[in-house]
T-cell receptor
Framework: NAGVTQTPKFQVLKTGQSMTLQCAQDMNHNSMYWYRQDPGMGLRLIYYSASEGTTDKGEVPNGYNVSRLNKREFSLRLESAAPSQTSVYFC?????????????FGSGTRLTVV | GQQVMQIPQYQHVQEGEDFTTYCNSSTTLSNIQWYKQRPGGHPVFLIQLVKSGEVKKQKRLTFQFGEAKKNSSLHITATQTTDVGTYFCAGYLILTGGGNKLTFGTGTQLKVEL
């Protein structure tokens, strides 16, 4: 039972390069989320997808785009990476968008932009 | 905007001592969730509290939700080295325009010394 799978686990980018972070869940969850985690800042929501076919901005969407490819997959794209995007990125999923569901997180992608 | 604050930011204890982390919201929450993140790991869902004044226990962990549903606490009795990690609260806020939002606190990092 894999849960939420993120790839890659580590990545180093040069400023201005682009890349896509992949996320897939096998729990038949409806909602998926992308967070970034920086020291002392907790977890901040970048984008989320309440259900297949919908995406919405979170707290810190600038510099990112997302695609909900199907019910299982939710990708995060950095079009032109900046050093401020150095962070740990977590994908998460939940059964629904209601207030009764815990989130299941992936193991994270540690991204460094130089 | 809505904020969920946690104190303390760090806590060092001797093994066997108790530990408490507190979570406070500027607005009323529909529910609150608690997560644990081991060093180098990802957040793992622990529990959810929904009712005003609710108290739940998981072995040595006791979770409380305040009467006004604006604060919560996690208490660990007789800490062990396996308790090391960062504990996050996450408050669920129902938005006036519809939908809902899970806001994570900044976390309390617990270190346990032998």
């Amino acid at each position: 039972n894999a849960g939420v799978t993120q790839t890659p686990k580590f990545q180093v980018l040069k400023t201005g390069q682009s890349m896509t972070l992949q996320c897939a869940q096998d729990m038949n969850h409806n909602s998926m989320y992308w967070y970034r985690q920086d020291p002392g800042m907790g977890l901040r929501l970048i984008y989320y997808s309440a259900s297949e076919g919908t995406t919405d901005k979170g707290e810190v969407p600038n510099g990112y785009n997302v695609s909900r490819l199907n019910k299982r997959e939710f990708s995060l794209r950095l079009e032109s990476a900046a050093p401020s995007q150095t962070s740990v990125y977590f994908c998460a999923s939940s059964k629904g968008q209601g207030a009764n569901y815990g989130y299941t997180f992936g193991s994270g992608t540690r991204l460094t932009v130089v | 905007g809505q904020q969920v604050m946690q104190i303390p930011q760090y806590q060092h204890v001797q093994e066997g001592e108790d530990f408490t982390t507190y979570c406070n919201s500027s607005t009323t929450l529909s529910n609150i969730q608690w997560y644990k993140q081991r060093p180098g790991g990802h957040p793992v869902f622990l529990i959810q509290l929904v009712k005003s004044g609710e108290v739940k226990k998981q072995k040595r962990l006791t979770f409380q939700f305040g009467e006004a549903k604006k604060n919560s606490s996690l208490h660990i009795t007789a800490t062990q080295t396996t308790d090391v990690g960062t504990y996050f609260c996450a408050g669920y806020l129902i938005l006036t325009g519809g939908g809902n939002k899970l806001t994570f606190g900044t976390g309390t990092q617990l270190k346990v010394e032998l």
